[in-house]
């Protein structure tokens, strides 16, 4: 069998989760036994998210084989449990850099280059790319439609829908249907422009999801049908809903796989199985306790930039039957105010990945206060260091303990990471190479120290994480630090690097140099997050 596509597509506004539709879409086609892989394609010109602001783009999901994603990435990842890859996300940056490249080669034999067919033949590549293996590959379109940038991508998935045909190909537009308050009625008519739009490139729908506070009334349906030139069935609605993993329940209530598999003339009257959701559902409404962590960064004005670790955390309190309740604590209020004051309310702290000066000095007052108060701690990546710094400066008295990130120091108790092992290559960096692509990123192993309580917590000897970091722990201190209290129960395979740290005299105290958050998923909570609230809970 070869791949079915089915594209994604936005209008009227951003942000109506398409992200979300693409994943559920795919969580319902594996459910059905097919084989899903869901590609995102980014319009901007920056080659990979990696170098972005999270205060502007949101996290970067880093993938198992090393790639700097987009946060949609980690969506997939959640709903399908299909670890995404390198090839999963390609930007406008990215295709540009490869046809430059392949025009410095002469690779062209002296055509002139130009966004038709080169760019949007290097599109149709990204789109068709090891797709042998899949029954369907979903392709989401960033941005909405009329964008400057997306014009190349529709411009190549609508020659993909010419040359593949319906039997081949299915585009998916999702639209906002706004519910006007003074006339009590939801109204049609952006999405009605918004197919307009879509159509001026060539492009006709074949599904409608339609985004609204509110359910799709049948009248409004069949008008959009209508209008649209869908099938009455074609138009799904998707209203707001209380927790995001009840997407794919609702999909699947609208007939969204149904219509898919229709399309694609493949069986559709026998409904997926879906308890498995239904269950994981009715439990996260249900909970019987609350618990709230302390989440203590620097961005905490825009919560997409902790995307992986807030839905780890939730995952955590399902698992627990719990409602994980998170306080966005800016790392800079740490610096005036006491601990006792700002964490009176909190169950548990943690602090997660970051990078440079500003707000450590607060995070590290945050983490001393856990630490001396016996207060849960969970310290991820920057977090594991700023935690390591401070039990340098306030167990072993070394004041001048700090990280080589912020410049020289009496004691580079975390250092830049200038050589390592991966896949057999040792890898080379310092100060002078790019910031673009060049962290220890991806899938590492761990090994785990025995009788430790992260070796308890795994019930593993061995783990693999993703890691996004360009510092590290330096060993040369493990002996002063353990000496004190302070265990290294997480190691590379080669002994070299530290993984996690964990303190002995306290209920929870863990930091990990790697990014669990990016593995947890609804259906498989992540271990440590799971421990992390049964602990907080206490
Ligand atoms: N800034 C730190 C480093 O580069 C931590 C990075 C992170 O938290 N992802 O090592």
């Not at 295709?95 to 149709?124: F, M």
């Not at 998935?157 to 319906?166: A, D, P, S, T, Y």
């Not at 004691?411 to 080379?428: D, F, N, P, S, V």
């Amino acid at each position: 069998m070869t791949a079915r596509y089915i594209f994604v597509t936005g209008g009227v506004v951003s942000s109506l989760g398409k992200g979300i539709a693409a994943a559920s879409l795919g969580a319902l086609l594996l459910a059905h036994g097919y084989r899903v892989r869901i590609r995102k394609l980014d319009p901007y010109l920056n080659v990979d998210p990696g170098t972005m602001s999270p205060y502007q783009h949101g996290e970067v999901y880093v993938t198992d084989d090393g790639a700097e994603t987009d946060l949609d990435l980690g969506h997939y990842e959640r709903f399908t449990g299909v670890a995404g890859r390198r090839g999963d996300n390609i930007t406008t940056g990215k295709i540009y850099s490869e046809v430059i490249a392949r025009e410095r080669r002469g690779d062209y034999l002296g055509a002139t280059i130009q966004v038709i067919p080169h760019v949007t033949d290097a599109i149709k590549e990204f789109i068709t790319h090891d797709a042998g293996a899949h029954d369907f590959i979903i392709a989401e379109i960033g941005g909405t439609v009329g964008d400057i940038e997306g014009l190349p991508f529709l411009e190549a998935i609508r020659q993909l829908g010419h040359e593949l045909g319906n039997a081949g190909t299915l585009f998916v537009h999702l639209t906002y249907v706004p519910y006007i308050a003074a006339a009590g009625e939801l109204k049609t008519k952006p999405t009605q422009h918004s197919v307009k739009e879509l159509l001026s490139h060539g492009i006709q729908p074949g599904i409608l999801v339609c985004r609204s506070e509110k359910d799709l009334p049948a009248d409004a349906r069949a008008k959009i049908a209508l209008f649209c030139n869908i099938r009455r069935e074609g138009v799904i609605g998707a209203r707001d809903l209380q927790t995001i993993y009840a997407a794919p329940l609702v999909f699947q209530e609208q007939g969204f796989d149904r219509e898919v598999l229709r399309h694609f003339g493949l069986p559709h009257e026998k409904p997926a199985d879906m308890t498995r959701w239904q269950n994981l559902v009715s439990r996260q409404l249900s909970h019987k306790r609350t618990v709230t962590v302390g989440i203590v960064g620097k961005y905490t004005s825009m919560v997409d930039s902790y995307k992986s670790l807030a839905e780890a955390l939730t995952h955590a309190g399902i698992e627990n039957e719990a409602d994980v309740k998170l306080k966005w604590i800016d790392a800079a209020l740490f610096e005036k105010e006491s601990g006792a004051s700002l964490l009176q309310n909190v169950d548990a702290v943690l602090v997660p990945g970051g990078f440079g000066e500003r707000g450590t000095q607060g995070k590290i007052n945050a983490i001393r206060y856990a630490r001396e108060n016996k207060i849960p701690y969970f310290g991820i990546c920057f977090g594991m260091q700023m935690a390591v710094i401070e039990f340098a400066r306030h167990v072993l008295g070394l004041e001048g303990a700090s990280s080589t990130e912020f410049g020289p120091c009496a004691h580079q108790l975390i250092g830049l990471l200038t050589e390592w092992e991966r896949a057999g290559k040792r890898e080379y960096r310092n100060r002078q190479s790019d910031l673009g692509g060049t962290m220890r990123l991806g899938a590492y192993q761990a090994q785990l120290v025995a009788g430790s309580k992260v070796r308890a917590i795994y019930d593993a000897e061995v783990i693999s994480e993703r890691h996004r970091h360009r510092y590290e722990v330096n060993a040369a201190y493990r002996g002063q630090l353990e000496a004190a209290g302070l265990l290294f129960s997480g190691l590379s395979p080669d002994g070299k690097l530290p993984e996690i740290v964990e303190l002995k005299d306290h209920p929870w105290f863990i930091g990990v140099q790697f990014h669990p958050e990016l593995k947890s998923k609804p259906l498989v909570p992540h271990p440590l997050f799971v421990s992390f609230i049964k602990a907080a809970l206490r």
